[in-house]
């Protein structure tokens, strides 16, 4: 009778440590994530549901966060429960549920490059497919544009661990090319209106 457990007990072992292996594989730069939200009101989960890429440095960037959060070296899992904390401490949501898949099929990965993510306060934010020689101005307007409460005065685009600050009421920086991989995010306009 002991050794019937113990060999239950070994199979239950392995399979566990074959599972964690699997869901321990790990996220890298040019990653396309799919993350979903739930917990939220639907109109945040269009927001923010959606495909993302993880940048050079490792850096995904989501709607409605300051800065990036560091992907690379994490698993599925422990991105999405890093992206939780991040909305409850930034007092946007008291319970997101964000779910994280990792596309590692290279052939898929090569297509998913090819998009431009857009977050922020756009009409319809989320990833946009990329054109060859897009502006920032085109990829704005490829989410519908600023909403009300969108600032194109201070839009930043996110490149591989690097944010640049672009006014695009300044007509050489609505000419500024984006890249596939990039992220770009429209603030709120300040209390002045910027």
């Not at 070296?73 to 007092?91: F, V």
């Not at 297509?111 to 990829?139: E, H, N």
């Not at 006014?167 to 306009?189: F, T």
């Amino acid at each position: 009778m002991k050794t019937i457990f113990k060999t239950i007990a070994l199979a239950f072992a392995v399979v566990a440590a074959c599972a964690g292996a699997v869901s321990a594989q790990s996220i890298s730069s040019n990653t396309t994530l799919s993350i979903e939200i739930k917990g939220v009101p639907s109109t945040e989960q269009q927001r923010i549901s959606g495909r993302y890429v993880v940048d050079a440095s490792g850096f995904v960037y989501l709607p409605l966060l300051k800065g990036g959060l560091k992907a690379s070296g994490m698993s599925s899992s422990s991105l999405a429960r890093k992206i939780e904390s991040a909305y409850r401490n930034s007092e946007m949501y008291q319970n997101p549920r964000i779910t994280v898949i990792s596309t590692k099929d290279t052939a898929s990965s090569e297509i998913d490059r090819q998009i431009v993510s857009i977050g922020g306060f756009v009409k319809s934010p989320g990833p946009k497919p990329y054109m060859r020689g897009m502006t920032l101005f085109q990829a704005i307007s490829a989410a519908g544009g600023e909403t009300a409460f969108g600032s194109i005065k201070r839009v930043e685009l996110h490149r591989n661990g690097k944010k640049y600050t672009y006014n695009l009421k300044r007509a050489e920086h609505m000419r500024v090319k984006v890249y596939p991989g990039d992220s770009i995010n429209v603030p709120q306009k300040t209390a002045f209106g910027n």
